[in-house]
């Protein structure tokens, strides 16, 4: 079975704090994936990668960044924590997304900003 | 216009009655569709994927695709209390690396 292992489920950050979430997947799949997800918005893809060191901004980058250095690593992280970026976050992983590659979630980490 | 549309729901059904989830999306050029369970607390789970016109059965779980008319939906068959879940569509653009899903419906099933 894939596993996804999100490093924390919950976190308490304060305002303007740096946050990083980190995310390791043990299939070796090419692309992961950072989602958030907030009641009535469902789940927002953050930014992907298809590959080490690649990236791709998703629908709601701004105040995030991410990095992978290494394939089964990718990490996301939060410049300046602010209280609007309170939600839970869920990493993902999947082999290329041809015909029926699903996603792998991890467990989540839920993400407090005060 | 939303991409994936779904009913927020809730959606309840009694014990043993078969539950109809719809999904309508907006890119004709979608190729993959699944459906991911998800209980209050936890990550989504995969259910079922399609990604030909027509049903998929899978034990007590049909998905339908109907590319012509946008529209998928998933059909679960006596359906259960441990089936009380939100569950959401995803679609996958196709050629590009990117499933976007939509708000989940709850679904509540009745003992």
């Known amino acids: 079975d894939v596993k996804v292992t999100q490093s924390s489920r919950y976190l308490v950050k304060r305002t303007g704090e740096k946050v990083f979430l980190e995310c390791v997947q043990d299939m070796d799949h090419e692309n992961m994936f950072w989602y958030r997800q907030d009641p009535g918005l469902g789940l927002r893809l953050i930014y992907f990668s298809y590959d080490v060191k690649m990236k791709e901004k998703g629908d709601i980058p701004e105040g995030y960044s991410v990095s992978r250095e290494k394939k089964e690593r990718f990490s996301l992280i939060l410049e300046s924590a602010s209280t609007n970026q309170t939600s839970m976050y869920l990493c993902a992983s999947s082999l290329p997304l041809t015909g029926n590659s699903p996603l792998h979630f991890g467990n989540g980490t839920r993400l407090t900003v005060t | ?111």
Do not use: H
Request: hydrophobic share 30%; proline share 5%; net charge neutral.
């Open chain 2, 1 to 111: 216009q939303k991409e994936v549309e779904q009913n927020s729901g809730p959606l309840s059904v009694p014990e043993g009655a078969i539950a109809s989830l719809n999904c309508t999306y907006s890119d004709r050029g979608s190729q993959s569709f699944f459906w991911y369970r998800q209980y209050s607390g936890k990550s989504p789970e995969l259910i079922m994927f399609i990604y030909s016109n027509g049903d998929k059965e899978d034990g007590r779980f049909t998905a339908q695709l109907n590319k012509a008319s946008q529209y998928v939906s998933l059909l679960i068959r006596d359906s259960q209390p441990s089936d009380s879940a939100t569950y959401l569509c995803a679609v996958n653009g196709g050629g590009y690396q990117k499933v976007t899903f939509g708000t989940g419906t709850k679904l509540q099933v009745i003992p």
